[in-house]
Structures are given as C-alpha cells and as structure tokens.
C-alpha cells in the first residue's frame, strides 16, 4: 500500500513544541507529496470528524508557539467499549493512511488499540512536559517546562532571600520526580523531594524538619529552597510548609507553580528535539514501519514498540543516584 | 545640623528595583560627600544595630537584581509600646543624622512615629509591588510584578487555548486591584475581578457566571480567562473555578501566581523610577525636608507628608471607570 | 454621513504593540456594529487594494505577538505627485467611510495629505519604538523596545565585568536619544551618548576619554559601559571603541543591537497603552472627530492635529536635564 | 601526597554556567574538608598572585549569575618563553596541591603546558559557548548562548515579518558551526550558513543567491531568515545583505548578534551541566587523576587527556549530515 494521505493529531496534556513537530512533519510530507490531515483535539476530532488539511503556510511561524494548533484533549470515547474499533472506523471515512500521534504513554495506549482494528502504519512521537515516557530520554516539552519552573524559583529566591525565608516550591511531574529533580538542581535547591526518594514518608519528614533546623541554626544560606514534586507527598505544599514553619520556628512560605509550566515558547532544545522526532516520524512511514514512538537515547533516534513505551519505572535508580550525587546539604 | 551620615533601609514586602533605589541614594550620597548606613532587615536593623557603611563597589552590579541587598522584615518590637521611642536611641546610637525608609504604607506609618522621637530628617521612597500608596502614580516594583504576572498568563493562555479551558488566574495586590487590572488588560483577559467593582458578591458572581456561559456558548473564544486580585472575592480562586466549571459545564483550572510575583530583574520602568526617586530623596535632604515621601504624580516628582500616604482609596472611581473602558466582553 | 466601515492600517517601522492596538480597534468597532477592512503593508495596500475585514477571530491571541498582522512598510507610490489624490480615490474604491492610521511622523504626514482629496475621518495613533513624535509622551513599542535592550545589555554587563572590559553598545532611536537615555540609565551606563548633548562632537569625545581613562585608572568599576543612539555621532560604535582602546589602552568592544530591537512580545505598558490608544481612536471618530492623532500626555489622552505631531524637537532640554540629574561619573 | 588546597580559575571566553562550576567545586571540596583558592582573572592571577578563598557565602546565589565571580582573561605571560616554568613556580607559592582549569582549548593548552614543570594534578573542565572541544557533546555556556541567539532571532523574525524583509542574521560560535545549526533549526531558518558545509564560496553564493530567488518568487514564507556563523565566509553579513538584495530585489537588513550571546542567567541545562562536572572534577582528583578534561559523551562522564582535547574537527560529517536533514527548503 502506497502512503497518500497521513492523520496527524496531538493527544493528552499539551507541551511546549508540539508546533514544532506539527511543522517538520507537515513540510517533510509535502516535500514527500504527501498530504497531511490534521485531526482536532486528539483522538476527539475523529469521533466528529473535525480535520483539515495543512499547507506550509499553517505552520508558518508556529515553531516558536506553545501550546498546539491541533488542540488537543483526553478522549472518553475511546475508552469505551468498542471506541477503538469506532475509532478505526473513523479513519477509514478520513481515508487517511498512516497515523502520527504526538502524546503520552495515555495516547500511545489509545494508538495501539486502534492498531488491533486499524491494520495501518502508525508512529508515536513523545510529547509531555513529565518527561515519564519508557524509551526515551527526552519528551517534547520536558527541557522548556524547567526552565519555566527555573525561572520563576529564580524570582522566588530574590524574596525569599531579602526575607531570609523558606519557601517550598511545588513543581509539575504527574508521577515523575524529573522535572523537580533539574530544576531542583539548576536552583541551587537546598532540597529536592520527589517520590522516587521516599521511602517512609514519616521518617523522611521527619529527617527533613530536622535538617532545615540545623541548616537554619548554622545560618549557612540566606534563604532555603525546597522543590517538591506534584503528588511527592501526602501532604500539601501548603501544609509542608506549615509544618515546617511550627518545627523550625522560621517564616515559611509556598508556591505552587502549576499551569505556567505547560505553555511558553518552546526552548532551543524542544524546538530542536521536536523537529527532529518529526522528521524521523516520516522517515519511519517511509520505510514501512508501524507501532512504533520515536525516542532518543544517548543521542540516538531509536524506534520503541508503542506497546513497550508506557510509564517510566518511578523507582528511578539513577535518578535517584543522580540526586544524591548533587545533595551539597552540609548537614547530612 | 548638617547631615554627615545617612541611615538607609528598607521595609515590609520586598519589590523588585529597591536595589537600584539603594544603588542611587549611595551614589549621590558619595558624591555629596556624605556617608551612607545601611540598616538590615528594615526597622529590626536598628534594633539589632546590624548595620554597614555602604560604598561605591557595595552597589555595583545591583541594579539589575530582586529583592534588596539590605534585606527586609516586618519589624514586631517598633509596633510595641515604646518601639518607636527605642528606636529613636537606636537611630542616635548610631548617629545617623537622615534616614530614608524605602518601604510602604506601614514603614511610613513606622516612620512617622519615629520622627515624634527623633526630629531628624527621614524621607520616604514607595516601594511595594501593590501600588496601593497614596501620593504617587507608582510605587518601585509595580510594572516589574505586572509584567511578571502577563509572562505567566500568556503561557497559560497557550495551554487554555490548547484544550479550550476557562482559567482562573489570582495575582497580588493585596486589598488594590491594580496588578490585576494592568495584567489583566495586557493579557486580553476575558474577565478582571478585583474588590472596588463588586458591590455584592453574590450577584456579581451571578453575572459572572452568565456571562461565561453566554460566551462559551457563543465559542467566542478560544479559551476564557479570569484574572482576579487576591482579597477581592471570599472563595478561593480555586473553588471560584469549581463553580464556574459546575456552572458552565466547561473544564476550569486555577492557577495561584503568588509570590514569583515580588522576585526577578526589574523592569526598566522601576529601575529608572527607583533611581529618580533615590535620587531626589537625597535632593530633598539636601534642601532640608523632612517627613515627606517622594512620588511621582502625571510624570513629576513631588513631595507628599508622610502622615498623609497611608493606603489609595480602594474605592478607585478612576480604576473602575478604566476596567469599564477595557470590557470587551460582547455579552454585555 | 454615519460610518459603517473603518479602514485600518499599520504604517512605517514596526512597533511591538501595534498588534494590540488592532484588537482594541477591531473590538471595539465590531461592538459598535462597523465593520474593520484591514489595509495591508501600510498605504502599499490602498494602491494595490489588499484589504480584508477583520473579525473577532482575527485578533484572537494577537496581543501578545510583536510585528503587526498587517503588515507594513514604507510607501513610495504616495509620496509621488498625485499620489495622495490617488489614496484617496482607492479608498472610496474600497467603500471605507474613516481611516484609523497606526505609525510615525511620516504615516501621519501622509494622512494629511490624503486627507486633503478625501474628506472623511482619519486618526493617527503613535506607532514607533522611537518615541519621537511631537504630542504624545509615549509612543507604541517604546518601552519594549528599552526593555528588548536593557535585557541586552544587561548579558553584556556580565562577560564586560568578566573581563574588565570597556563595552560601547549602539542602540536604535533614529535622531532620537529616549531608548539611549531610558535603557542607558536602567543598566547604569557609565555613559550615555545622544545627539541632543552633544555641541561639539569633538570637544564632547576628547572628554569623553579622558573621563574614561579617569575612571579606569581609579578602578572605580569593575567595567565601563557606555549606551550610545544611533546617529548620534558621526563615527560608528565600532570607530569608536577602537579610539576608547587606543586612547585608554584598555580593551574596548563594540555591540549594535539593532533590530532585535523592534520585536518580540509587547511589555504590559505597550500593551495597556496601544489598548487604550485604539479604544480612543474609535472613541474619537464616535464623536466626529477627525484629522488628529490620539496621544498620551501626563497620563492623560489627548488629541493633537495630525499636522502638529511632526518629530520631537531633538534639542530636547528635559532630556538634557534628565540626563544630567542621572550621571553618577564620580569623575566630573 | 595528600590534597589540602584546591587552586580554582576560569581562563579564555567567559561562558554562562561558570559560576555554576565554581559554586560546586567549592561545595564539594568544602565538604571534603579541602580549602579552594579562587584565582582571579584566568592565568593572570597565578602571574599577580591574585588569589583568595572561596567560602560557601562567596558561592551563595552565584548559580543564577552570567560571567564569572573569578574573572577570566587571555593570558599572554603565559605564552612567553619560561611563562609555563613560572607558573608552575606560583602555583607553589600560593601552596596549591591540584588546580582546576575551567575554559576553552587555549586555557587546556596552557595547562598541559604547566603540568610539565608542576607535576601536580591538573584537571579540566570545558567552558565555552563555542562548543569547539574535543572529547565532549557539550560545553558550558553552549546551550545558553542559543537560547539568547534564538530568543534574538525570534524577534528579528517579528519585524522580518512585518515587512517581509530578508534577514542575514550572524551569530557566534568562533570557527565552528554550533550555534549557527541549532539557533537556526530553532528559529526555523531558511537557511543555516557555517564554515563546515561550503566547499568553495563562490559556487556556494551562487547556489544562495538563486535559491532565495525561488523562494522570494513562489512567496512561500512571509520572512526569510539566514543564519550565518562568523568567519563562515569572507565577506562581513552586512555585504552579504547587500548582495542578496541586489541579487534578488528584496529588502535585505543584517544583524550582528555579537556578544550578548556571551552573558545571561545560563539556562537548566548549562547550570546542570556545570554543577555536574565541577562535582565530576572534584571525584577525579580524589580518586588521584591528573591531566583530564571532564566531559559528557552521550550522557555519560568520560576523562579525556587534556593533550587530546584540542580543538572539534570542523570538517564535523556528522554535523553535515545533520543539517541536511533539517532542510526544508523547497527549491531544492
């Protein structure tokens, strides 16, 4: 079967560079003869059958854009019982020919179960701020996310050192302690805390409290700079940083980061990274392939079954090792 | 007298340019051929006599930095019985012959009471992110935290826009809808929200709430965006969003910018400001005012009685008639 | 005669922020049940009769974008013999019952002279990263234009402190030295350069080094920066810094920042300015109002006769004095 | 010999991200009880014997700061005759057990240049925006001086925009092509211009010239946006400008980035990177390596001999190839 026709849509929680890979794609399949149909809000817009096609004047300037022109969203219906099979259906009726889907271990899990109804090339291109895709050492998105967080605990440690303060910083992650983790480093974080480096919660609390007591008591920093991950805890950040206000007897404030670290103009290395998986996505259906996400790892386009992709294993060793490496805290 | 030695400090919330005010006074203080002290962590310095000569290297390169070099605290022992009596000894055990107090409504009300002890020359310079001073159009860090605010919520619109979500975004301002009003127009916010437009809070969200739905309904945009001042309404920003979400039907999301707000390189606004109000700060010592804050009122410097800053009128009949003349909501 | 449609557009050098202005035009226009022909590339798309209505869709998410999405330029074909007579002509062509023109002295110049054969409502908003048009204090772009170059200098300050080196950094202005004054003190230039302090160029640079070599031999700063206008000498920045070096022996290098400069994102100030300068503009032709520009005075709007706006008069003694009352060169 | 004192300096080009080398080194060696001497000015200051210990405060909020708080030069004593024997001499006099070098292949040069007269552990570490070192993917400061050419050219891009103007856009990277490729993939660029992919210059020109020609008459893009590395050709990007306006007719401006590329808070990913290998730097003299460069090879920390190090072959296949990929260009 000769390729006419690709879908292209973007699924699940939107990343900055998502545009990037929408326009390295639509440019190499029409530098292919290709046409590219892009589908409306992830896998909604082939429910509705929402789609149009995109020319080269679509993606003009949107590489330095965050958010995605496709839009994109969580699809219910897919879940259901035979939403794949309906799914399916739907492409059919677009008369699109191969599927390229820029998302999550989410939307990749939709991509293979429509392949079971749907025997056409479809190719996955990682695309998440969480960076907790198995494969790849990098999702689009994850690099301009901490350099969101980044700057924003840059501000944050200008007041917090004129007021001699503690602040908890929460960052974004879904499950994942990675974007806590780098931006918790490139901070100069006094702590970093993520899931992936508790054990007990209690007792890692609990040495917690009592290592900002002793680096509160030394006077060893102005200010104290904790970065938590999303759903590290059990506990709020707000009430984290209550807690450790009533232990230590100093001003501590919190700052949950949220939405911010999703949208932005994409950095250099996510416009860069997202290209080059686009490209490498057509490549890929020009070679026959199917089933597969696109990734890099140490610098390398691999090709990872879609089926194999899923969530990264959370007991990190190495970022845990990683992490440990970076702790400067001269009490412990 | 003639003034030999300038004490310098600044107090209560931190506000990006506080440092290119210091830079300016120390400067021109030198010139003059004065010295210059500066007093730590605002009124408490005094207490503590923590306090250092400044020089001409002590205030290179600060300029472009958050926060203040001098630190900054609500200072609990001047508010005490005799604090401001203390303080007057403090000043003299120290021999400062001026003071100038960069601060906001409460350090001028701190220093005023002072000055009742100690009839020496203090100046007073607005610096709080809130602009809530009476006497001048600006305060030092004002535009600094506006435009902080507009980086974060263009990059929440690119995500609004992605999945088409209403977002409720709270900014600072304390009890003063001014941070919220600036960002608010420059972000094209649907809606601003701040306490001197609500007259009573159950209708105004009644409107609210219609309006959103009459705009949803109409898919006049992309995505919908609330900016509120913090202290205008009674709910929390995040069940405001529950509401509306239960109201309307469409998916909304809060976010909380918080204090990034109060941190970062200030803006050239602020810079230049802070530097003309540091240096006519010392002008006015030299032609021997006392108990005035310098402001700028429509472009000019003036010179408002201490006593009579205090807080802007939030009951801002120009600040209401400005949100009107920005509503571009099309439901009304 | 009751206006039905509103021809709008962007003339001359791009200021980011003319977007904004757009929008607020647009908006407020479809509020008031006109439609808006937007006229592409300046006065180019009256002669070639390129226009298209703007809808609400439109401007959707243009506040944020520097450029102007109408394009501009700088028209030869008006200011040929009869070509204003032809505009006009064109415009009736086009049904347009009043103008809106965003731009600078010469756009304005041009509107004059069309409004001479067509005798409809133009208004002109201040459009120019310059600042330099008579009437209005501030025009659109131009504190994100100091903004774009106090962010620039501020990185060369850091490698010139590195290495303790003399940085001449060439900023844009046309005859005018406001982005040289404004950014020149908000990065605390050792020395601000600009046509309207100079009497006698010679004289003014054999001062110049030997206030530098005064400064260098004192140590006095870790490095030297001096801010300088386009045009203000007749010697490039690159000449100049090869003098500084020959004549002080420290290493001198030069930087033109040129027209990164005119782009990027608007500040929140352009962006609440070029707001409120649209809704103005309409204002005005509500309330029959023709033939004047819509400026800022003392925060105040005002209308000023299109044919008085011209260039600001460069022998500016504000500035001068402005200038002045900011040097901090211990050396004079 | 056992390791006490720890001499640490930054030598050639300043690169963002330096500090964040400093601070760790100094962190670390604090931890294992060692003293760090920071020498100021590069090689200079073993010459000057300006030299002072670092303590944790002088590395308290440094990570976050362009430049470097130990100065850096190009040292020409160095470079004379017996500059290597009399170094070694300093080094002794100041009591140093092991130096750590950070910057470029000049500073590696003079160091194995000193390890023959001090045989003492020397250990490198690469800081140069360049990324022109052998033995690493990445250099400190590399990704930063991106981010800034990118955020530059994303403005440029606006106005190119507006106007539909060509660009030729120089950027950094000495004589490699680095910055040149991934600046320009990020922005989209419709062409990258660098030394590694002209074989004869007249021909290449040629091909350009006719190249932009295609473009310019299939209007395929509003803006044409050339990126072009310094000493990539013979001719300055201003005659380049100038040539391919009188070759195809369009409006053609030039901008020379030039030395803003050098400074600004180094992005994640430099502050990362740094933090990293200043911890690695450390780890190897503890485990008694000497005359190493720390690099980073597919994620991984790898020794290099410092007399390997030298400069990246620039007739780089790899980077060829990479570019070729990234062509979009449709005329060919």
């Given at each position: 079967m000769s390729i006419k026709r690709i879908g292209l849509l973007t699924s699940g929680g939107d990343a900055p560079g998502m545009n990037a890979a929408i326009r390295a794609i639509t440019l190499k399949c029409i530098n292919a003869g290709w046409d590219v149909i892009g589908i409306e809000a992830g896998y909604n817009g082939l429910f509705s059958l929402s789609s149009r096609p995109l020319t080269h004047q679509d993606v003009?300037?949107?590489?330095?854009?965050?958010?995605?022109?496709?839009k994109t969203a969580r699809c219910q219906t897919l879940k259901e019982d035979n939403g794949s099979e309906l799914a399916a259906q739907q492409l059919d009726k677009l008369a699109i020919d191969a599927l390229i889907v820029i998302g999550g271990d989410g939307s990749f899990r939709g991509a293979t179960q429509i392949n079971k109804f749907w025997p056409k090339p479809i190719i996955g291109i990682p695309g998440t701020?969480?960076?907790?895709?198995?494969?790849?050492?990098q999702t689009i998105g994850f690099w301009t996310a901490i350099e969101t967080a980044l700057s924003c605990i840059d501000k944050i440690r200008d007041t917090a050192d004129a007021f001699e303060r503690i602040f908890v910083v929460e960052v974004m992650g879904r499950d994942c302690g990675f974007i806590a983790m780098e931006s918790g480093i490139a901070c100069a974080a006094e702590q970093i805390i993520c899931?992936?480096?508790?054990?007990?919660e209690s007792d890692f609390l609990s040495k917690l409290y009592s290592s900002i007591q002793h680096a509160v008591t030394w006077q060893q920093t102005q200010s104290y700079v904790i970065v938590v991950a999303e759903n590290?805890?059990?506990?709020?950040a707000q009430t984290l940083a209550q807690n450790i206000q009533s232990n230590t007897g100093v001003d501590t404030k919190s700052a949950i980061l949220g939405y911010?670290?999703?949208?932005?103009a994409p950095v250099a290395m996510d416009r860069v990274l997202a290209t080059q998986l686009g490209i490498a996505a057509v490549d890929a259906l020009v070679q026959g392939k199917s089933g597969v996400m696109i990734g890099t790892l140490n610098n390398t386009l691999v090709e990872i079954p879609l089926a194999d992709?899923?969530?990264?294993?959370?007991?990190?060793q190495a970022l845990i090792k990683r992490l440990k490496q970076f702790n400067f805290d001269l009490t412990d």
């Open positions: 003009d300037n949107i590489i330095q854009r965050g958010g995605t022109i496709l701020i969480d960076n907790d895709i198995n494969g790849t050492d899931k992936e480096i508790i054990e007990n590290a805890l059990s506990i709020s911010v670290q999703r949208g932005g992709t899923g969530l990264k294993n959370t007991a990190n």
